[in-house]
Protein backbone atom coordinates (compact mmCIF):
# COMPACT_ATOMS: atom_id res chain seq x y z
CA UNK A 1 0.00 0.00 0.00
CA UNK A 2 1.44 3.61 1.10
CA UNK A 3 4.89 4.15 1.37
CA UNK A 4 5.13 6.57 4.58
CA UNK A 5 6.43 9.59 2.20
CA UNK A 6 3.37 9.04 0.25
CA UNK A 7 0.69 9.62 3.34
CA UNK A 8 2.14 12.86 3.81
CA UNK A 9 3.12 14.13 0.67
CA UNK A 10 0.22 13.41 -1.59
CA UNK A 11 -2.66 14.56 0.06
CA UNK A 12 0.29 18.40 0.83
CA UNK A 13 0.99 18.52 -2.93
CA UNK A 14 -2.53 17.75 -3.79
CA UNK A 15 -3.99 20.37 -1.97
CA UNK A 16 -1.34 22.77 -2.59
CA UNK A 17 -1.54 22.98 -6.50
CA UNK A 18 -5.94 22.46 -5.70
CA UNK A 19 -5.46 26.09 -4.14
CA UNK A 20 -3.85 27.35 -6.96
CA UNK A 21 -5.67 25.47 -10.18
CA UNK A 22 -9.58 24.81 -8.38
CA UNK A 23 -11.79 25.06 -11.44
CA UNK A 24 -14.78 27.12 -10.28
CA UNK A 25 -17.64 25.48 -9.37
CA UNK A 26 -21.01 26.89 -8.53
CA UNK A 27 -21.10 25.14 -5.34
CA UNK A 28 -18.11 26.67 -4.40
CA UNK A 29 -20.30 30.21 -3.47
CA UNK A 30 -22.74 28.31 -2.07
CA UNK A 31 -22.47 24.42 -0.63
CA UNK A 32 -25.84 23.69 -0.05
CA UNK A 33 -26.55 19.81 0.12
CA UNK A 34 -29.17 19.65 -1.77
CA UNK A 35 -27.77 21.42 -4.48
CA UNK A 36 -24.62 19.43 -4.47
CA UNK A 37 -26.56 16.12 -4.10
CA UNK A 38 -28.12 17.34 -7.53
CA UNK A 39 -24.71 18.08 -8.94
CA UNK A 40 -23.06 14.90 -8.18
CA UNK A 41 -25.97 13.03 -9.41
CA UNK A 42 -25.77 14.92 -13.18
CA UNK A 43 -21.97 14.02 -12.79
CA UNK A 44 -21.76 10.17 -12.92
CA UNK A 45 -21.06 9.42 -16.30
CA UNK A 46 -21.27 13.24 -17.75
CA UNK A 47 -18.42 16.09 -17.69
CA UNK A 48 -19.13 18.90 -15.51
CA UNK A 49 -18.45 21.39 -19.05
CA UNK A 50 -21.80 19.20 -19.97
CA UNK A 51 -23.33 19.09 -16.42
CA UNK A 52 -23.18 22.93 -15.69
CA UNK A 53 -25.54 24.32 -18.17
CA UNK A 54 -27.88 21.70 -16.85
CA UNK A 55 -27.51 21.96 -13.35
CA UNK A 56 -28.13 26.23 -13.49
CA UNK A 57 -31.80 25.34 -15.57
CA UNK A 58 -32.28 22.45 -12.51
CA UNK A 59 -31.96 24.58 -9.51
CA UNK A 60 -33.80 27.27 -11.14
CA UNK A 61 -36.40 25.42 -12.03
CA UNK A 62 -36.31 23.11 -8.61
CA UNK A 63 -34.31 24.95 -5.86
CA UNK A 64 -34.91 22.98 -2.90
CA UNK A 65 -36.10 19.05 -2.39
CA UNK A 66 -38.97 19.71 -1.88
CA UNK A 67 -39.78 21.82 -5.28
CA UNK A 68 -38.29 18.72 -7.09
CA UNK A 69 -40.58 16.25 -4.60
CA UNK A 70 -43.41 18.22 -5.83
CA UNK A 71 -43.07 18.67 -9.87
CA UNK A 72 -44.40 15.03 -11.83
CA UNK A 73 -42.34 13.07 -13.33
CA UNK A 74 -42.37 14.74 -17.04
CA UNK A 75 -41.31 17.97 -15.84
CA UNK A 76 -37.94 16.43 -14.49
CA UNK A 77 -37.74 14.32 -17.37
CA UNK A 78 -37.68 17.47 -19.18
CA UNK A 79 -35.33 19.64 -17.52
CA UNK A 80 -32.86 16.62 -17.72
CA UNK A 81 -33.71 16.29 -21.32
CA UNK A 82 -30.18 16.21 -23.20
CA UNK A 83 -27.98 14.49 -20.28
CA UNK A 84 -28.64 11.10 -21.00
CA UNK A 85 -28.92 8.37 -18.46
CA UNK A 86 -32.40 9.37 -17.09
CA UNK A 87 -33.19 6.64 -14.53
CA UNK A 88 -30.20 9.33 -12.48
CA UNK A 89 -33.28 12.01 -13.35
CA UNK A 90 -36.39 9.28 -12.16
CA UNK A 91 -34.25 8.35 -8.89
CA UNK A 92 -33.19 11.78 -8.18
CA UNK A 93 -36.83 13.00 -8.26
CA UNK A 94 -37.57 9.77 -5.58
CA UNK A 95 -34.73 10.84 -3.33
CA UNK A 96 -36.01 14.24 -3.45
CA UNK A 97 -39.90 12.53 -2.00
CA UNK A 98 -37.71 10.72 0.11
CA UNK A 99 -36.08 13.52 1.56
CA UNK A 100 -39.40 15.86 2.21
CA UNK A 101 -40.89 11.74 3.61
CA UNK A 102 -38.09 11.65 5.99
CA UNK A 103 -36.20 14.45 6.80
CA UNK A 104 -38.57 17.62 6.98
CA UNK A 105 -36.93 17.80 3.27
CA UNK A 106 -34.06 18.54 4.89
CA UNK A 107 -30.80 16.69 2.56
CA UNK A 108 -29.13 14.35 5.30
CA UNK A 109 -25.48 14.71 5.89
CA UNK A 110 -24.66 11.08 7.12
CA UNK A 111 -23.14 9.08 3.83
CA UNK A 112 -24.55 6.24 5.07
CA UNK A 113 -28.06 7.67 5.52
CA UNK A 114 -27.51 8.82 1.98
CA UNK A 115 -26.29 5.77 0.37
CA UNK A 116 -30.12 4.53 1.34
CA UNK A 117 -31.94 7.12 -1.26
CA UNK A 118 -32.76 6.07 -4.54
CA UNK A 119 -29.88 6.22 -7.03
CA UNK A 120 -27.26 7.61 -4.35
CA UNK A 121 -23.96 5.38 -4.56
CA UNK A 122 -20.84 5.80 -2.77
CA UNK A 123 -19.61 8.65 -4.97
CA UNK A 124 -22.36 10.80 -4.50
CA UNK A 125 -23.08 10.04 -0.80
CA UNK A 126 -19.17 11.18 0.13
CA UNK A 127 -19.48 14.00 -2.36
CA UNK A 128 -22.72 15.49 -0.93
CA UNK A 129 -21.11 14.71 2.74
CA UNK A 130 -17.39 16.13 2.04
CA UNK A 131 -18.17 19.11 0.17
CA UNK A 132 -21.39 20.44 1.71
CA UNK A 133 -20.94 19.17 5.08
CA UNK A 134 -17.46 18.54 5.59
CA UNK A 135 -17.66 15.08 6.86
CA UNK A 136 -14.45 13.43 6.47
CA UNK A 137 -15.40 10.35 3.72
CA UNK A 138 -13.96 9.88 0.47
CA UNK A 139 -15.69 10.31 -2.85
CA UNK A 140 -13.76 8.07 -5.66
CA UNK A 141 -15.27 9.20 -9.19
CA UNK A 142 -13.25 7.26 -12.77
CA UNK A 143 -10.88 10.25 -12.29
CA UNK A 144 -9.81 9.15 -8.53
CA UNK A 145 -9.96 5.91 -8.97
CA UNK A 146 -7.71 6.39 -12.05
CA UNK A 147 -5.41 8.22 -9.96
CA UNK A 148 -5.13 5.86 -7.12
CA UNK A 149 -4.25 3.23 -9.25
CA UNK A 150 -1.48 5.13 -11.14
CA UNK A 151 -0.20 6.38 -7.60
CA UNK A 152 0.10 2.94 -6.13
CA UNK A 153 0.89 1.52 -9.40
CA UNK A 154 -2.18 -1.22 -8.97
CA UNK A 155 -2.29 -3.73 -11.58
CA UNK A 156 -5.18 -5.42 -11.02
CA UNK A 157 -8.72 -4.54 -13.66
CA UNK A 158 -10.20 -1.56 -11.55
CA UNK A 159 -13.70 -1.73 -12.27
CA UNK A 160 -13.67 -5.08 -10.18
CA UNK A 161 -15.28 -4.35 -7.08
CA UNK A 162 -12.60 -6.35 -4.67
CA UNK A 163 -10.03 -3.74 -6.35
CA UNK A 164 -12.51 -0.57 -5.82
CA UNK A 165 -12.52 -1.70 -2.29
CA UNK A 166 -8.92 -1.19 -2.15
CA UNK A 167 -9.16 2.02 -3.81
CA UNK A 168 -11.35 3.45 -1.33
CA UNK A 169 -9.66 2.03 1.42
CA UNK A 170 -6.28 3.76 0.49
CA UNK A 171 -8.03 6.63 -0.47
CA UNK A 172 -9.55 7.16 3.07
CA UNK A 173 -5.89 6.33 4.48
CA UNK A 174 -4.69 9.63 2.72
CA UNK A 175 -7.77 11.85 3.49
CA UNK A 176 -7.38 14.68 5.69
CA UNK A 177 -9.84 15.40 8.22
CA UNK A 178 -10.14 19.12 8.36
CA UNK A 179 -10.55 19.58 4.16
CA UNK A 180 -12.37 16.35 2.87
CA UNK A 181 -14.19 18.35 0.49
CA UNK A 182 -11.33 19.94 -0.80
CA UNK A 183 -9.22 16.73 -0.83
CA UNK A 184 -11.76 15.07 -3.24
CA UNK A 185 -12.48 17.85 -5.19
CA UNK A 186 -8.85 18.06 -5.85
CA UNK A 187 -8.76 14.79 -7.68
CA UNK A 188 -11.48 15.21 -9.55
CA UNK A 189 -10.10 18.65 -10.92
CA UNK A 190 -6.21 16.90 -11.10
CA UNK A 191 -8.25 13.98 -12.66
CA UNK A 192 -9.83 16.62 -15.52
CA UNK A 193 -6.73 18.28 -16.34
CA UNK A 194 -3.42 16.62 -15.66
CA UNK A 195 -4.08 12.74 -14.97
CA UNK A 196 -6.15 12.69 -17.94
CA UNK A 197 -7.14 8.79 -19.38
CA UNK A 198 -4.89 8.65 -22.41
CA UNK A 199 -2.18 11.59 -21.84
CA UNK A 200 -1.16 11.90 -18.20
CA UNK A 201 0.92 14.86 -17.82
CA UNK A 202 2.94 13.82 -15.65
CA UNK A 203 5.71 16.25 -15.98
CA UNK A 204 3.60 19.03 -14.45
CA UNK A 205 1.65 16.82 -11.98
CA UNK A 206 1.88 17.75 -8.39
CA UNK A 207 2.13 14.01 -7.24
CA UNK A 208 4.82 13.04 -9.87
CA UNK A 209 7.51 12.38 -7.51
CA UNK A 210 4.77 10.37 -5.36
CA UNK A 211 3.59 8.56 -8.14
CA UNK A 212 4.81 4.84 -8.56
CA UNK A 213 3.38 4.03 -12.13
CA UNK A 214 5.16 7.07 -13.40
CA UNK A 215 8.28 6.15 -11.45
CA UNK A 216 8.28 2.42 -13.48
CA UNK A 217 6.97 4.60 -16.39
CA UNK A 218 3.72 2.32 -16.58
CA UNK A 219 1.01 5.49 -16.19
CA UNK A 220 0.07 4.29 -19.54
CA UNK A 221 -0.54 0.88 -18.54
CA UNK A 222 -2.08 1.95 -15.51
CA UNK A 223 -5.32 1.72 -14.50
CA UNK A 224 -6.41 -1.80 -16.20
CA UNK A 225 -9.61 -1.62 -17.61
CA UNK A 226 -11.54 -4.88 -19.00
CA UNK A 227 -12.04 -4.90 -22.76
CA UNK A 228 -13.99 -2.85 -24.29
CA UNK A 229 -17.65 -4.39 -26.18
CA UNK A 230 -17.18 -4.53 -29.50
CA UNK A 231 -20.07 -1.40 -31.25
CA UNK A 232 -22.54 -2.57 -32.55
CA UNK A 233 -24.36 -1.26 -35.34
CA UNK A 234 -27.96 -1.29 -36.07
CA UNK A 235 -30.73 0.33 -37.73
CA UNK A 236 -33.62 1.91 -36.39
CA UNK A 237 -36.57 3.35 -37.90
CA UNK A 238 -39.12 5.70 -36.32
CA UNK A 239 -42.00 7.12 -38.25
CA UNK A 240 -43.74 10.59 -37.31
CA UNK A 241 -47.35 10.32 -38.59
CA UNK A 242 -49.21 13.85 -39.10
CA UNK A 243 -53.35 13.79 -38.79
CA UNK A 244 -53.99 17.64 -39.57
CA UNK A 245 -51.26 19.81 -38.00
CA UNK A 246 -51.18 17.16 -34.92
CA UNK A 247 -48.33 14.35 -35.30
CA UNK A 248 -48.34 11.43 -32.98
CA UNK A 249 -46.14 10.99 -29.97
CA UNK A 250 -46.13 7.92 -27.98
CA UNK A 251 -44.52 7.30 -24.14
CA UNK A 252 -41.84 4.65 -24.00
CA UNK A 253 -42.96 2.71 -20.81
CA UNK A 254 -40.95 -0.42 -20.43
CA UNK A 255 -36.89 -0.88 -20.13
CA UNK A 256 -34.78 1.29 -18.82
CA UNK A 257 -33.48 3.04 -21.91
CA UNK A 258 -35.37 6.60 -22.07
CA UNK A 259 -38.51 5.13 -19.58
CA UNK A 260 -41.18 8.05 -19.62
CA UNK A 261 -39.76 9.79 -22.49
CA UNK A 262 -41.43 10.97 -25.25
CA UNK A 263 -41.04 9.65 -29.11
CA UNK A 264 -42.02 9.24 -32.46
CA UNK A 265 -43.12 5.10 -32.85
CA UNK A 266 -39.72 3.51 -33.26
CA UNK A 267 -38.61 0.50 -33.98
CA UNK A 268 -35.60 -1.70 -35.04
CA UNK A 269 -35.22 -3.01 -38.39
CA UNK A 270 -35.22 -6.73 -38.53
CA UNK A 271 -32.74 -9.04 -40.36
CA UNK A 272 -33.16 -7.70 -44.15
CA UNK A 273 -35.94 -5.78 -43.51
CA UNK A 274 -36.79 -2.78 -45.50
CA UNK A 275 -37.50 0.72 -44.19
CA UNK A 276 -40.86 0.59 -46.29
CA UNK A 277 -41.85 -2.79 -44.88
CA UNK A 278 -40.95 -1.47 -41.17
CA UNK A 279 -42.70 1.60 -41.51
CA UNK A 280 -46.03 -0.85 -42.73
CA UNK A 281 -44.79 -2.99 -39.36
CA UNK A 282 -44.95 0.07 -36.95
CA UNK A 283 -48.16 1.59 -38.31
CA UNK A 284 -50.05 -1.75 -38.25
CA UNK A 285 -48.84 -1.76 -34.95
CA UNK A 286 -51.19 1.59 -34.05
CA UNK A 287 -54.22 -0.45 -36.10
CA UNK A 288 -53.98 2.87 -38.61
CA UNK A 289 -52.92 3.46 -42.56
CA UNK A 290 -50.72 6.16 -44.11
CA UNK A 291 -49.89 7.74 -47.48
CA UNK A 292 -47.43 9.74 -48.84
CA UNK A 293 -44.66 8.47 -46.98
CA UNK A 294 -41.38 9.92 -47.44
CA UNK A 295 -37.61 10.23 -45.83
CA UNK A 296 -36.85 12.58 -43.83
CA UNK A 297 -33.42 12.54 -42.40
CA UNK A 298 -30.95 10.07 -41.37
CA UNK A 299 -30.20 10.55 -37.49
CA UNK A 300 -26.64 8.67 -36.12
CA UNK A 301 -26.47 8.11 -31.99
CA UNK A 302 -24.93 6.04 -29.97
CA UNK A 303 -26.75 4.42 -27.05
CA UNK A 304 -24.76 1.73 -24.91
CA UNK A 305 -22.42 -0.30 -27.45
CA UNK A 306 -24.99 0.37 -30.33
CA UNK A 307 -23.96 2.78 -33.22
CA UNK A 308 -27.43 3.82 -34.50
CA UNK A 309 -28.84 5.11 -37.71
CA UNK A 310 -32.00 5.77 -37.18
CA UNK A 311 -34.14 6.09 -40.60
CA UNK A 312 -36.81 8.90 -39.98
CA UNK A 313 -39.81 8.82 -42.31
CA UNK A 314 -42.91 11.23 -42.38
CA UNK A 315 -46.43 9.81 -43.59
CA UNK A 316 -49.72 11.60 -43.26
CA UNK A 317 -52.58 9.66 -41.42
CA UNK A 318 -55.23 8.41 -43.80
CA UNK A 319 -57.39 5.89 -41.61
CA UNK A 320 -57.92 4.45 -38.55
CA UNK A 321 -58.86 5.82 -35.19
CA UNK A 322 -56.25 6.19 -32.08
CA UNK A 323 -57.37 8.81 -29.83
CA UNK A 324 -55.17 10.42 -27.02
CA UNK A 325 -54.40 8.03 -23.59
CA UNK A 326 -52.48 7.67 -21.54
CA UNK A 327 -49.18 6.82 -23.35
CA UNK A 328 -50.59 8.44 -26.53
CA UNK A 329 -50.37 11.84 -27.78
CA UNK A 330 -51.54 13.79 -30.61
CA UNK A 331 -49.40 16.99 -30.41
CA UNK A 332 -48.14 20.08 -32.58
CA UNK A 333 -44.37 19.94 -33.06
CA UNK A 334 -43.96 23.07 -30.76
CA UNK A 335 -45.94 20.98 -28.28
CA UNK A 336 -43.86 17.97 -28.87
CA UNK A 337 -40.56 20.60 -27.78
CA UNK A 338 -41.97 20.97 -24.86
CA UNK A 339 -41.87 17.14 -23.94
CA UNK A 340 -39.04 15.13 -22.55
CA UNK A 341 -37.53 13.46 -25.71
CA UNK A 342 -34.53 11.93 -25.80
CA UNK A 343 -31.65 13.46 -27.77
CA UNK A 344 -31.59 11.88 -31.57
CA UNK A 345 -35.85 12.56 -31.27
CA UNK A 346 -35.35 16.57 -30.19
CA UNK A 347 -33.15 16.41 -33.71
CA UNK A 348 -35.91 14.71 -35.66
CA UNK A 349 -38.36 17.28 -33.92
CA UNK A 350 -36.66 19.91 -34.66
CA UNK A 351 -35.48 18.62 -38.73
CA UNK A 352 -39.72 18.71 -39.24
CA UNK A 353 -39.70 22.13 -37.89
CA UNK A 354 -37.14 23.46 -40.18
CA UNK A 355 -39.10 21.35 -42.81
CA UNK A 356 -42.26 22.71 -42.05
CA UNK A 357 -40.71 26.38 -42.12
CA UNK A 358 -39.07 26.06 -45.63
CA UNK A 359 -42.08 24.22 -46.96
CA UNK A 360 -44.47 27.28 -46.14
CA UNK A 361 -41.78 30.20 -47.34
CA UNK A 362 -41.95 27.98 -50.86
CA UNK A 363 -45.52 27.98 -50.89
CA UNK A 364 -45.73 31.97 -49.66
CA UNK A 365 -42.36 32.41 -52.62
S1 LIG B 1 2.54 11.46 -12.20
FE1 LIG B 1 1.36 11.07 -14.04
S2 LIG B 1 0.33 9.13 -13.70
FE2 LIG B 1 1.08 9.85 -11.71
S3 LIG B 1 -0.66 10.95 -10.81
FE3 LIG B 1 0.58 12.45 -11.90
S4 LIG B 1 -0.26 12.58 -13.99
FE4 LIG B 1 -1.06 10.73 -13.00
Redesign the pocket.
Known sequence: MWTPEQIRAVPQHLLEWYRANARPMPWHEDADPYHLLVAATMLQQTQVETVLPYLERFLQRFPTATALAEADEEEVLRYWAGLGYYSRARNLHRAAQQIVQRYGGVVPCEAKVLRKLPGVGEYTAGAVASIACGKPEPALDANGY??LA??LAIEEDITRSAVRRKLWDACRQILPADVPGDFNQALMD?GAT???ARA???LV????GE?L??GQGR?GE?PVLPARRATEKVHDVCVAIQREERWLMVKREDGRLWRGMWEFPRTRLEGEETVEKAVRRLVARFGMSVQACESVTTVRHGVMHYAITLHVVKCRCSGGVLEASEGIRWVSLQEAQSLPLPSPMRRVVHVLIQQHRDGRKAAAG
Open positions: RIRLLICTPRCCPLACAFQI
